[in-house]
């Protein structure tokens, strides 16, 4: 099948290569240039697991192609995916001008039926305004051209993205239209020969679909952090607690981690979201609010807790931290606890020496001029002359860290860990003043 595929993201880029993969003939366009011809030499923009090859083999055999020519992508695909970005707006609400710029790309380029595919998490009625911006602009143009919009939000992990794709847990599908039905079996056929995954639905739920899943998942985060703040004022300890709950089957393992927040690109921007649709309509989202606001102050768990320890004023430390993307497996530092830490530190006159396995780019990108903030290029680096060590993010390779190597880099034996790592008892043992999540800090 033809597909076109609007915006070379993490979503994008990923669900192009994966369908170019099962013989699709896949054409990627995005406004970056940069990116297109980075892509074009084989320089991937993103960090995710098994995903270099994917795309040079794709692109190489020709099923997977680059360009900002948007007319060319319309021209291409009967299948129009928009897999665009929806930050947040001034006001948290998802900012929808990169999808109504697309569909308005493809109303002016269009010249027969086409199913517009919205992949981007979009608010509930975003189908209808995609519909609407299309029609106006076809108005412009005096056409009459049919088309399709159909919502098939995207479920993908960043840093299990590609093994996501391959093998979907469900293809939640959004559509008025039983005809379109039968092409997006097509198109995701190779992806559900196993048994049916595919979910079919009328639009608006389909929309609300992805913002619950989110913000289902955000708020076991953010309730397993209320508990863990509860444990450490009772003296219980979370880990124990966790273990103890996850092993109800009704309530499971997944996703009930305490830890220094949650992040990323989507979480954080999903909730707020919802929550701007739910006041819009007059409805006041008591739960998600908390969940906000609970996550909000867990990223300053991590700064308060050194400042309980080494006072407001850090003028003259330097801290070394380990961790910067949101989430092991990715470089993605948008809205990562690890930002909100540094910027705390900083705010206080401390320096940071930084390490993170794939995030060190991006975090060049971001804060690149500042010197307080070095970037080390290995993880015992990073704690050179550090007064204490910090852990933001869980990569496997910080589990076991040598302890002695730890102790013998760091002007003060202290752990600040945001993602509970270690044993307490162990790590107090070796001579470590530890502070973790929910677990009280052991001295
Ligand atoms: P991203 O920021 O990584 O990529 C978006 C891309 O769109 C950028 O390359 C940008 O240049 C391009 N773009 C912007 N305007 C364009 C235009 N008019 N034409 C062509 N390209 C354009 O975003 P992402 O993380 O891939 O997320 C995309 C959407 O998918 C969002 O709505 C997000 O919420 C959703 N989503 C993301 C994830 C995730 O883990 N990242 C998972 C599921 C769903």
Redesign the pocket.
């Known amino acids: 099948m033809k597909v076109t595929v609007?915006?070379?993201?993490?979503?994008?880029l990923v669900q192009a290569a994966v369908l170019a993969e099962v013989g699709h003939d896949v054409i990627c366009?995005?406004?970056?240039e940069n990116?297109v011809e980075n892509l074009k030499k084989g320089i991937i923009p993103?960090f995710e697991p098994g995903l270099t090859p994917l795309v040079m083999q794709n692109y190489e055999a020709g099923r997977l192609k680059f360009s900002t020519d948007?007319k060319e992508g319309v021209n291409h695909g009967i299948m129009q995916f928009i897999?665009?970005?929806?930050p947040p707006d001034e006001d948290g609400s998802a900012d929808l001008k990169?999808v109504t710029?697309?569909a308005r790309?493809i109303a002016e380029h269009m010249q027969g039926h086409k199913v517009v595919i919205d992949?981007?998490?979009?608010p509930v009625g975003t189908a209808d305004r995609v519909r609407s911006v299309m029609s106006e602009t076809l108005k412009g143009r005096n056409a009459s051209v049919a088309f399709d919009v159909v919502s098939n939000?995207?479920?993908?992990?960043?840093g299990a993205?590609v093994s996501d794709c391959m093998r979907p847990e469900r293809i939640v599908v959004g559509t008025d239209n039983e005809d379109v039905v039968d092409l997006l079996r097509e198109l995701y056929e190779p992806f559900n020969r196993n048994h049916d995954r595919m979910i079919l639905m009328d639009i608006r739920s389909a929309e609300l679909t992805k913002y619950a899943a989110n913000c289902m998942l955000a708020t076991k985060i953010s309730f397993m952090n209320e508990i863990s703040n509860l444990a450490e004022l009772l003296g219980a300890d979370i880990e124990k607690v966790r273990q103890g709950i996850g092993s109800d089957s009704r309530i499971g393992y997944s996703f009930i981690y305490p830890g220094c927040g949650y992040g990323?690109?989507?979480f954080p921007?999903?909730v707020q979201a919802l929550i701007r649709t739910s006041e819009q309509i007059g409805y006041t989202p008591r739960i998600l609010q908390a969940v906000e606001a609970v996550n909000d102050d867990q990223k300053l768990k991590l700064p308060a807790f050194i400042k309980r320890h080494f006072g407001d004023d850090l003028k003259g430390k330097t801290f070394a931290l380990w961790g910067l993307a949101f989430k092991p497996n990715t470089d993605d530092m948008r809205e990562a606890s690890s930002r909100v830490l540094m910027e705390t530190l900083w705010q206080a006159g401390a320096r940071v020496q930084a390490f993170d396995p794939e995030a060190m780019d991006e975090a060049q990108r971001i804060y690149g001029s500042r010197d307080d903030l070095q970037l080390m290029g290995t993880k015992e680096a990073a704690l050179h002359n550090a007064d204490a060590l910090v852990i933001c993010t869980e990569w496997k390779n910080f589990r076991v860290p040598d302890f002695d190597v730890v102790k013998n880099a760091l002007k003060e034996p202290v752990i600040f860990d945001g993602r509970n790592l270690y044993d307490p008892e162990r790590v107090s043992k070796r001579g470590f003043v530890y502070y973790a999540i929910g677990r009280g800090a052991s001295v």
């Open positions: 609007f915006g070379i993201g993490y979503v994008g366009i995005d406004v970056d990116k993103i948007a897999a665009v970005g929806t990169y710029a697309v790309t992949k981007s998490t979009v939000p995207e479920f993908l992990k960043e993205a990323g690109s989507c921007k999903d």
